[in-house]
C-alpha cells in the first residue's frame, strides 16, 4: 500500500488563497530588503578575509577542546571544522586589524597552541579584502546568472507569462532565505551561496512540475474558467510535491541535528528554503499566471474530451 500525505481528488481552492499569499510575501520580501540595508548580513571570513590554517594532527582531532583553546586567544571570530578525516581540521580566523604584520601574528599565536603536539600545518593562507570582495562578486554573479538563465529556459518551453512567473517565484525565495540569514545573524559564506543556489533549482524544479500540469489540462480543458484549470492542476500536484518536500526535509533536519554546529547554518537555510519553495510552488506560481492575464487560447487549442478543436484540424 503507497503512502500518500494528501488524500487523491483533493479540491481546494488556492486561487481564492492569493488574496492572502500576495500581500504576505510582499510583506516579506519587503521586510527582508530593509533588513538588508538597514541590519546587513553577518559575512563570514570568506567574504570579510582572515586568515585560513589547515593543519594534521597525530590520530583523531579534538575539534571542541580546538575551539576552546583558540577562543581563549581573543582572535574574534574562529572557526573549527574537520575535513577529509578525523585528522585534519581547517581553521579560519577573521581578518584583524593591524594590516600583514596583524595576520602574521595570528599565525603565530595559532602555533602556540598545539606546541609540544605532533601537529603538521600543511597550509596557511591570508585571503585579504580584495580576494573576499571578488567572491562576493562572484557569488551574486552566480545568483543572477541562473535567474537569467531560468527565465530564458521557460521562456523558451513554456509562454513568457510562465518565464515571468518562475522568475518572481523564485526570486521570492531567494529574497526571503537571505531575510533569514539577516533576521538571525546566521554566518553568510560561500556555502551559503551554495545553499542559495540550491534553493534556487529545488524552487525551479517544483514550480515547473506544477506549470507542466497547467500546460497540460489548459490544452485539455480549454473552455473551462483559468482558475478551475489552475486548482485542478496545483490539487493533481500537490500529492507528490508535500512527499518530495518532506522526504528532502527528513534527510536536512538529521543533518541540522547530528551535522554539528559547522553546517547548522547551512542546513537551516536549506530547511527554511525548502519550506518556503514549496509554499511559492503551490500559493505564489499559478497565481502570477493570473496576474499576466494568461488565457488558454494561448495554448495549443484542445477541447474539454482532449480532442484537437476541428479548427485547428482544418487549419492543419
Known amino acids: ?15 481564492w488563497l492569493r488574496k492572502v499569499s500576495f500581500p504576505l510575501s510582499i510583506v516579506l520580501v519587503i521586510a527582508s530588503i530593509a533588513a538588508f540595508f538597514t541590519i546587513g548580513l553577518n559575512y563570514g571570513i570568506d567574504f ?7 593543519i594534521k594532527t597525530d590520530g583523531p582531532a579534538d575539534v571542541a577542546s580546538i575551539r576552546s583553546d583558540l577562543s581563549s586567544l581573543n582572535l574574534g571570530d574562529v ?14 580566523v577573521e581578518e584583524q586589524p593591524g594590516g600583514e604584520l596583524a595576520q602574521q601574528a595570528v599565525i603565530g599565536k595559532v602555533r602556540t597552541i598545539f606546541e609540544g603536539q605532533e601537529v603538521d ?5 591570508v585571503v585579504g579584502p580584495r580576494v573576499s570582495g571578488e567572491l562576493a562578486q562572484a557569488g551574486a554573479i552566480a545568483v543572477a546568472a541562473s535567474l537569467l538563465a531560468i527565465l530564458f529556459y521557460i521562456w523558451f518551453r513554456f509562454e513568457w507569462q510562465f518565464a515571468v512567473g518562475a522568475i518572481l517565484t523564485t526570486a521570492n525565495d531567494v529574497v526571503i532565505t537571505i531575510g533569514l540569514f539577516v533576521l538571525l545573524q546566521l554566518d553568510f559564506s560561500l556555502s551559503s551561496i551554495a545553499a542559495v543556489l540550491t534553493i534556487i533549482g529545488y524552487s525551479l524544479n517544483d514550480t515547473v512540475v506544477v506549470y507542466d500540469r497547467i500546460r497540460e489540462n489548459l490544452r485539455k480543458y480549454k473552455k473551462r474558467p483559468l482558475t478551475e484549470v489552475l486548482d ?3 490539487n493533481e500536484t500537490l500529492s507528490r510535491t508535500t512527499m518530495t518536500s518532506l522526504t528532502t526535509l527528513l534527510a536536512l533536519f538529521a543533518l541540522y541535528i547530528f551535522g554539528g554546529e559547522v553546517i547548522q547554518s547551512f542546513t537551516l537555510a536549506m530547511i527554511f528554503g525548502i519550506v518556503i519553495g514549496t509554499y511559492s510552488s503551490i500559493f505564489l506560481a499559478a497565481p502570477f499566471l493570473i496576474l499576466f492575464n494568461l488565457r488558454a487560447e494561448a495554448m495549443s487549442p484542445k477541447d474539454d474530451d482532449g ?7 482544418a487549419s492543419a
Not at 48 to 54: N, S
Not at 79 to 92: A, K, P
Not at 121 to 125: S, Y
Not at 307 to 313: G, T
Open 1 to 15: 500500500m503507497l503512502l500518500r500525505i494528501v488524500p487523491d481528488n483533493t479540491k481546494i481552492k488556492f486561487m
Open 48 to 54: 570579510k578575509g582572515g586568515t585560513i590554517i589547515e
Open 79 to 92: 572557526q573549527v571544522q574537520e575535513f577529509g578525516g578525523s585528522d585534519d581540521i581547517l581553521i579560519r
Open 121 to 125: 600545518f600543511r597550509r596557511v593562507e
Open 232 to 234: 485542478m492542476s496545483i
Open 307 to 313: 480532442e484537437k478543436d476541428p479548427k485547428a484540424k
